[in-house]
């Protein structure tokens, strides 16, 4: 089945600890990318990767870290987690090099920072 | 930078009634407008999307309409169910080809 899995699906962390959210896909997509999606703000990139080694910065990347060693796989960092930091996240892909076609979600990650 | 307004950010018809909402964008350079739904606990999931060379496409019961001289696109959708209550969000490709800017999302409910 072709999907985008994220773990965790839920965690709680205390402020400064670090943590990784993983992302894979199957699809052998181009393109990943995470949002995070906080209530009346809709959904915000934080960064994206259009190819193997190939990342850059969204709209919110402080604090956050990526990388792209494979096609399939696309983990989000927090190195230092922040209260503000609290939120659900979303990691994407889609088949071309561009961001802008259809997105396939992962089915979320909601991070709470305490 | 680009920018895209949703409207209403919640909107509660009757089952059988039409919806609509809307959204505007700042970058004329604009040429992809996706919609995309978010039920309750769910991933979003593209539902319709429209290219600039196109003013109008429908798939059943929703259709996107898009004004590229005003800078405004719409999603309709008509007969509504309750099944359609969801969170609805508008995008745009940004010029750089390296994102979708979403709208802050419209909280649709419908009643029977």
């Known amino acids: 089945e072709a999907q985008v899995t994220q773990n965790p699906r839920y965690l709680i962390t205390v402020t400064g600890k670090k943590l990784t959210v993983t992302c894979s896909q199957n699809?052998?997509?181009?393109?990943m990318s995470w949002y995070r999606q906080d209530p009346g703000l809709g959904l915000r990139q934080i960064y994206y990767?259009?190819?193997?080694?190939?990342?850059d910065k969204g709209d919110v990347p402080e604090g956050y870290k990526v990388s792209r060693k494979e096609k399939r796989n696309f983990p989000l960092i927090l190195e230092s987690p922040s209260p503000n930091q609290t939120s659900l996240y979303f990691c994407?892909?889609?088949?071309?090099?561009?961001?802008?076609?259809?997105?396939?979600f992962g089915e979320g990650s909601r991070l709470t920072v305490l | 930078g680009e920018n895209v307004e949703q409207h209403p950010s919640t909107l509660s018809v009757q089952e059988g009634d039409s919806a609509v909402i809307k959204c505007t964008y700042s970058?004329?350079?604009?040429?992809?407008f996706p919609w995309y739904k978010q039920e309750l606990g769910k991933r979003p999931q593209l539902i319709i999307d429209?290219?600039?060379?196109?003013g109008e496409k429908k798939d059943q019961r929703i259709a996107v309409t898009l004004n590229k001289t005003a800078k405004h696109f719409s999603l309709h959708i008509t007969e509504t169910q309750p099944e359609d209550s969801a969170v609805y969000f508008c995008?745009?490709?940004?010029?750089?080809?390296?994102?979708?800017?979403f709208g802050k999302g419209t909280t649709l409910s419908v009643s029977s």
């Open positions: 990767s259009m190819n193997v080694e190939v990342t």
């Open positions: 429209i290219r600039s060379n196109v």
């Open positions: 699809m052998n997509h181009e393109y």
């Open positions: 995008a745009i490709g940004n010029q750089a080809g390296t994102a979708l800017i």
């Open positions: 994407a892909s889609s088949l071309g090099q561009t961001g802008t076609g259809e997105l396939f």
């Open positions: 970058d004329s350079a604009s040429n992809y």
